[in-house]
Nanobody, 124 residues
Protein backbone atom coordinates (compact mmCIF):
# COMPACT_ATOMS: atom_id res chain seq x y z
CA UNK A 1 0.00 0.00 0.00
CA UNK A 2 1.46 3.33 -1.06
CA UNK A 3 1.11 6.12 1.48
CA UNK A 4 1.35 9.72 0.33
CA UNK A 5 1.93 12.68 2.63
CA UNK A 6 1.79 16.24 1.35
CA UNK A 7 3.55 19.20 2.93
CA UNK A 8 4.48 22.77 2.15
CA UNK A 9 1.13 24.48 2.06
CA UNK A 10 0.46 27.79 3.74
CA UNK A 11 -0.85 31.33 3.54
CA UNK A 12 0.91 33.62 1.08
CA UNK A 13 0.23 36.81 -0.81
CA UNK A 14 -0.48 37.08 -4.51
CA UNK A 15 2.76 36.90 -6.48
CA UNK A 16 4.54 34.78 -3.88
CA UNK A 17 5.84 31.24 -4.30
CA UNK A 18 5.31 27.94 -2.52
CA UNK A 19 6.84 24.52 -2.93
CA UNK A 20 4.65 21.53 -2.18
CA UNK A 21 6.13 18.11 -1.55
CA UNK A 22 4.57 14.69 -1.66
CA UNK A 23 6.47 11.98 0.18
CA UNK A 24 5.76 8.41 -0.90
CA UNK A 25 6.27 5.26 1.11
CA UNK A 26 6.28 1.57 0.11
CA UNK A 27 7.37 2.36 -3.46
CA UNK A 28 9.96 4.58 -5.04
CA UNK A 29 8.64 7.55 -6.97
CA UNK A 30 10.48 6.30 -10.05
CA UNK A 31 7.89 3.51 -10.26
CA UNK A 32 4.89 5.79 -9.74
CA UNK A 33 2.90 7.96 -12.08
CA UNK A 34 2.02 10.93 -9.92
CA UNK A 35 -0.25 13.91 -10.07
CA UNK A 36 -1.34 16.98 -8.18
CA UNK A 37 -4.99 17.90 -7.93
CA UNK A 38 -6.72 20.68 -6.05
CA UNK A 39 -10.15 21.42 -4.66
CA UNK A 40 -11.40 24.88 -3.84
CA UNK A 41 -14.37 25.43 -1.50
CA UNK A 42 -17.62 24.63 -3.26
CA UNK A 43 -15.87 23.33 -6.36
CA UNK A 44 -14.99 19.94 -7.73
CA UNK A 45 -11.50 18.53 -7.53
CA UNK A 46 -9.45 19.51 -10.56
CA UNK A 47 -6.22 18.43 -12.17
CA UNK A 48 -3.13 20.60 -11.73
CA UNK A 49 -0.05 18.70 -12.93
CA UNK A 50 1.25 15.18 -13.46
CA UNK A 51 4.35 13.21 -14.28
CA UNK A 52 4.46 9.70 -15.72
CA UNK A 53 6.36 6.95 -14.00
CA UNK A 54 9.03 7.16 -16.68
CA UNK A 55 9.37 10.87 -16.06
CA UNK A 56 9.04 11.54 -19.76
CA UNK A 57 5.47 12.80 -19.87
CA UNK A 58 4.51 15.90 -17.92
CA UNK A 59 1.16 17.64 -18.12
CA UNK A 60 -0.24 20.84 -16.66
CA UNK A 61 -3.59 22.52 -16.32
CA UNK A 62 -3.58 25.40 -18.79
CA UNK A 63 -3.98 28.08 -16.14
CA UNK A 64 -0.82 27.01 -14.29
CA UNK A 65 1.48 26.53 -17.28
CA UNK A 66 4.53 28.72 -16.96
CA UNK A 67 3.92 29.24 -13.22
CA UNK A 68 3.96 25.71 -11.75
CA UNK A 69 6.61 23.03 -12.20
CA UNK A 70 6.29 19.38 -11.20
CA UNK A 71 9.46 17.41 -10.51
CA UNK A 72 10.72 14.23 -8.88
CA UNK A 73 13.38 13.89 -6.23
CA UNK A 74 14.40 10.25 -6.27
CA UNK A 75 16.87 10.71 -3.41
CA UNK A 76 14.16 12.02 -1.14
CA UNK A 77 11.45 9.88 -2.72
CA UNK A 78 9.24 12.89 -3.22
CA UNK A 79 7.38 14.59 -6.02
CA UNK A 80 7.34 18.35 -5.76
CA UNK A 81 5.21 21.14 -7.12
CA UNK A 82 6.94 24.49 -7.37
CA UNK A 83 4.30 27.20 -7.55
CA UNK A 84 5.35 30.69 -8.58
CA UNK A 85 3.39 33.86 -9.21
CA UNK A 86 0.53 32.57 -7.12
CA UNK A 87 -2.92 34.04 -7.61
CA UNK A 88 -5.95 34.11 -5.30
CA UNK A 89 -7.68 31.65 -7.64
CA UNK A 90 -4.96 29.11 -6.79
CA UNK A 91 -6.41 28.89 -3.28
CA UNK A 92 -7.42 25.29 -2.62
CA UNK A 93 -6.55 22.08 -0.85
CA UNK A 94 -3.85 20.41 -2.92
CA UNK A 95 -3.77 16.62 -3.15
CA UNK A 96 -1.04 14.29 -4.32
CA UNK A 97 -2.06 11.11 -6.16
CA UNK A 98 -0.23 8.08 -7.51
CA UNK A 99 -0.54 4.87 -9.47
CA UNK A 100 2.12 2.21 -9.86
CA UNK A 101 3.61 2.49 -13.36
CA UNK A 102 0.99 5.07 -14.17
CA UNK A 103 1.15 7.45 -17.08
CA UNK A 104 0.00 10.47 -15.12
CA UNK A 105 -2.63 12.63 -16.77
CA UNK A 106 -5.63 14.62 -15.67
CA UNK A 107 -8.21 11.96 -14.92
CA UNK A 108 -8.56 11.27 -11.20
CA UNK A 109 -9.71 7.73 -11.90
CA UNK A 110 -6.23 6.92 -13.21
CA UNK A 111 -4.83 7.15 -9.68
CA UNK A 112 -5.10 4.56 -6.94
CA UNK A 113 -3.51 6.34 -3.99
CA UNK A 114 -4.25 9.75 -2.55
CA UNK A 115 -2.80 11.90 0.18
CA UNK A 116 -4.77 13.84 2.76
CA UNK A 117 -4.11 17.22 1.19
CA UNK A 118 -2.39 20.45 2.14
CA UNK A 119 -4.06 23.85 2.24
CA UNK A 120 -2.80 26.66 0.03
CA UNK A 121 -4.30 30.09 0.59
CA UNK A 122 -3.34 33.05 -1.58
CA UNK A 123 -4.48 36.47 -0.40
CA UNK A 124 -4.92 39.40 -2.76
Amino acid sequence: QVRLVESGGGLVQAGDSLRLSCAASARTVSTLGMGWFRQAPGKEREFVASISWTGTTINYKDSVKGRFTISRDTAGNTVNLQMNSLKPEDTAVYYCAARAYGGGGGYSGDYDYWGQGTQVTVSS
